[in-house]
């Protein structure tokens, strides 16, 4: 059996939103449901180069098919600088379940972009009001794009709002949506402001205040993925109505890490988690709800289901490179 490789144009070509976003919250139906295998992710931190690597694997049944794999992804802050390389590099191993063998090797960053939008976009959709039209995202890189049509898949967004210090990237992000939407740069103060906000930035003192944030507003906290990150003051995430994805990724990298760990959120401070809502087990947003939180640090059988998706149709589409890894042929 071949091993099929993707590039990062095919894993895009072949992950649409509006599936990818049903496919993660089955994931997210699984793993509370306990159809799921998800070991930590592990972290091999390298001082010396100004990085780390994480390893993460999964394996996830959502009934009607079943499958498991591992993403390596890295993070390493001086690559655009230094080698003309990105932040986030990623490699993606699908694989059978029943056989062991090795269906698709692809590119882990653009799959990581895309589940990252969508696994934003089920939370927006069980959280945020239910007419939001305006969507504030702080952070304008690789990630911004991907909340945004994520989001508009299950939101009518008409406005939005762009912050970060680079105003080239601000401009692109711009550039790129403003045939599609009311889009501007902004402060962070005003994308705050919006009945959705995505923060998606590397940040390790918050950013965002409480008196910038709308009484009503929902917020997806993507940017902490490690210990020390830090997006939001911590008065918003004392008040909000606050939802995980997983409580040991959360309480270690997510956003809720650093107030965690000094003290000032405990367990009492967590509504529950995206699995228990989106199976019904507690409600989402419900009326007289003022911010509400998504800390998402991402998790390993979201890779699994967008894996699922993109394998599947470049199958049927033949995308992609044949070749055989195991040499049985």
Same mark, same amino acid.
């Given at each position: 059996?071949?091993?099929?490789?993707?590039?990062?144009?095919?894993?895009?070509?072949?992950?649409?939103?509006?599936?990818?976003?049903?496919?993660?919250?089955?994931?997210?139906?699984?793993?509370?449901?306990?159809?799921?295998?998800?070991?930590?992710? #592990?972290?091999?931190?390298?001082?010396?180069?100004?990085? =780390?690597?994480?390893?993460?694997?999964?394996?996830? %049944?959502?009934?009607?098919?079943?499958?498991?794999?591992?993403?390596?992804?890295?993070? @390493?802050?001086?690559?655009?600088?230094?080698?003309?390389?990105?932040?986030?590099?990623?490699?993606?191993?699908?694989?059978?379940?029943?056989?062991?063998?090795?269906?698709?090797?692809?590119?882990?960053?653009?799959?990581?972009?895309?589940?990252?939008?969508?696994? *934003?976009?089920?939370?927006?959709? @069980?959280?945020?009001?239910?007419?939001?039209?305006?969507?504030?995202?702080?952070?304008?890189?690789?990630?911004?794009?991907?909340?945004?049509?994520?989001?508009?898949?299950?939101?009518?967004?008409?406005?939005?709002?762009?912050? !970060?210090? =680079?105003?080239?990237?601000?401009?692109?992000?711009?550039? $790129?949506?403003?045939?599609?939407? !009311?889009?501007?740069?902004? $402060?962070? *103060?005003?994308?705050?402001?919006?009945? &959705?906000?995505?923060?998606?930035?590397?940040?390790?003192?918050?950013? &965002? #205040?409480?008196? #910038?944030?709308? %009484?009503?507003?929902?917020?997806?906290?993507?940017?902490? %993925?490690?210990?020390?990150?830090?997006?939001?003051? !911590?008065?918003?995430?004392?008040?909000?109505?606050?939802?995980?994805?997983?409580?040991?990724?959360?309480? @270690?990298?997510?956003?809720?890490?650093?107030?965690? #760990?000094?003290? +000032?959120?405990?367990? %009492?401070?967590?509504?529950?988690?995206?699995?228990?809502? +989106?199976?019904?087990?507690?409600?989402?947003? $419900?009326?007289? =709800?003022?911010?509400? +939180?998504?800390?998402?640090?991402?998790?390993?059988?979201?890779?699994?289901?967008?894996? @699922?998706?993109?394998?599947?149709?470049?199958?049927?589409?033949?995308?992609?490179?044949?070749?055989?890894?195991?040499?049985?042929?």
């Amino acid at each position: 059996m071949e091993t099929l490789l993707l590039n990062g144009t095919d894993v895009r070509e072949n992950a649409s939103m509006a599936e990818l976003v049903p496919a993660i919250e089955d994931a997210f139906a699984a793993f509370e449901r306990g159809d799921a295998q998800m070991p930590a992710k #592990s972290y091999v931190d390298l001082p010396q180069y100004n990085g =780390d690597f994480r390893s993460m694997p999964a394996y996830l %049944d959502v009934g009607e098919w079943d499958a498991a794999g591992v993403k390596w992804v890295n993070v @390493h802050p001086d690559n655009p600088e230094k080698f003309d390389l990105p932040t986030v590099l990623g490699t993606m191993i699908y694989s059978d379940p029943e056989t062991a063998v090795p269906l698709s090797i692809m590119d882990g960053r653009e799959l990581t972009m895309l589940r990252t939008g969508a696994a *934003a976009a089920v939370a927006t959709d @069980h959280l945020a009001v239910p007419d939001a039209d305006s969507l504030g995202i702080v952070g304008a890189g690789v990630q911004s794009y991907t909340q945004l049509r994520a989001i508009s898949q299950v939101r009518d967004i008409e406005t939005v709002v762009i912050s !970060d210090l =680079d105003e080239e990237r601000v401009a692109e992000f711009v550039a $790129t949506f403003e045939d599609d939407y !009311d889009v501007r740069g902004g $402060t962070v *103060a005003e994308a705050a402001a919006c009945d &959705v906000l995505s923060t998606v930035t590397p940040v390790e003192s918050p950013i &965002v #205040s409480p008196e #910038s944030v709308g %009484d009503h507003t929902h917020i997806n906290a993507m940017g902490a %993925d490690a210990a020390g990150k830090h997006e939001l003051a !911590d008065e918003i995430l004392l008040e909000a109505k606050l939802v995980i994805d997983d409580y040991e990724q959360t309480t @270690h990298s997510g956003e809720i890490n650093v107030p965690w #760990s000094e003290g +000032v959120l405990d367990d %009492d401070d967590i509504y529950g988690s995206v699995g228990e809502i +989106v199976t019904g087990k507690k409600p989402g947003r $419900t009326e007289g =709800d003022g911010i509400s +939180v998504f800390d998402s640090t991402g998790l390993a059988i979201q890779d699994v289901a967008a894996a @699922h998706v993109v394998y599947e149709h470049a199958t049927e589409r033949g995308n992609g490179y044949g070749f055989d890894l195991l040499g049985l042929a």
